[in-house]
């Protein structure tokens, strides 16, 4: 038994250790075969003999769990060293970082709107019923909160669910002529392969005394920012609702992989929606006490984008700080 137990004990490795577990154990194992003995025998004698030879087994399982438990903690620690990066360490390679592919994204959409005269809005990260919803026609109970499932704080106000509380915080403060947009972080209860808890939006809204604006200008912008992001395709505007335009429209592109063909990207449909819009709805304007006037908004995901512009086939690999992803943006 000392013997056993030795050869237990001295196993170096997990694949060392169980060889010796199949040794003893397996099948065709020393102790296996000892039990085959029993057979043999009869009565006391073989009642001994199994008692015996159980509790062997159950000592030898014993130590065989236990030396594992010991082996996997050393491969976990050896592991951890030899895949640790010491963060402090001068990089003497003369590699330099990258923009992440987000910021990339971010800069380029913010570079067209800047072009077009539009200016940089932001508003607070928690924010308040009010302006997240009530403001932009979506009252309590209205089945459309349910299209954005919320984070909500102890103190009954909640992180906001999209970028569009930034128009009424901006209309708010100002009076038109508005011509904004507000980049940034929002937030959803949601998580899978197409949903991260956190992600990024643009927003943008523009606002005219009298009726100036129509659904023509929004045509015409969002065509212009689309083909400026992803060169040579085709735009269509399809019927859609949110609460905040009338009428609302969601946009299309035609399938950046595929050229509109069809493909496992686009769900062989040739088009990938990219864009919420719309005329702005009278009752929004209402709630920020603003009369005879006319605009139009929309608002986009920065992810979807990023993984549309640079063929990212995961958007969870957006957040995972990989640098052999990351590398790849350099
Ligand atoms: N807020 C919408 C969302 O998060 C996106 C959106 C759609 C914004 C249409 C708009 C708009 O300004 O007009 O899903």
Redesign the pocket.
Known sequence: MNEILKSISSAKTLNELDKVRVSLLGKNGTITQEFSKLKNLSGDEKKEFAASLNSKRDEISKALELKKTELEILELKERMRAEAIDVTMFDESGSVGALHPITITMNKIIEYFLSQNFSIENGPLIEDDFHNFEALNLPKYHPARD??DTFYTDDARLLR??T?PV?IRTMENSKPPIRMIAPGAVFRRDFDLTHTPMFH?V???VVEEGNKVSFANLKYILEDFLKYMFGDVKVRFRPSF?P??EP?TEVDISCVFCGGKGCRVCSQTGWLEVL???VVDPNVFKFVGYKDVSGY???LGVERFAMLLHGVPDLRSMFEGDLRVLEQFR
């Open positions: 299209m954005q669910t999209h569009s128009q939006q927003e943008g809204l949110f905040f335009t609302s919420g819009s719309g908004a929309f608002g």
